[in-house]
Nanobody
Framework: QVQLVESGGGLVQAGGSLRLSCAASGRTFNTLTMGWFRQAPGREREFVAAISWAGRNSNYADSAKGRFSISRDNAKNTVYLQMNSLKLDDTALYYC????????????????WGQGTQVTVSS
């Protein structure tokens, strides 16, 4: 079992930046593919970004490309999502997810999920 705890969410003005963190425990972190997803009210959960266990491969949603960056520190059992140039449409509950597979996939079929951290972008 893997426990995931997200942090770093909050209220930010459009154009601003936030860095989300996700601390993992319960399993050897460097065997897990990690991902970030988000869900806005009334909308389905959608993929944001994912990174392979060694950090060599990453995958981004079109909406995140050029603005968001996913990274991981295996020594700290933590994955990050740096979000820049935030837009109103980025407002959502952001979830961290972990998977036993090796592909940083976009499908929301990850094995383990955190509780989420709220990101609210204001005008």
């Amino acid at each position: 079992q893997v426990q995931l705890v997200e942090s770093g969410g909050g209220l930010v003005q459009a154009g601003g930046s936030l860095r989300l963190s996700c601390a993992a425990s319960g399993r050897t972190f460097n065997t897990l593919t990690m991902g970030w997803f988000r869900q806005a009210p009334g909308r389905e959960r959608e993929f944001v970004a994912a990174i392979s266990w060694a950090g060599r491969n990453s995958n981004y949603a079109d909406s995140a490309k050029g603005r968001f960056s996913i990274s991981r520190d295996n020594a700290k059992n933590t994955v990050y999502l740096q979000m820049n140039s935030l837009k109103l449409d980025d407002t959502a509950l952001y979830y961290c997810a972990a998977d036993d597979g090796v592909i940083p996939k976009a499908a929301p079929t990850y094995d383990f999920w955190g509780q989420g951290t709220q990101v609210t972008v204001s005008s």
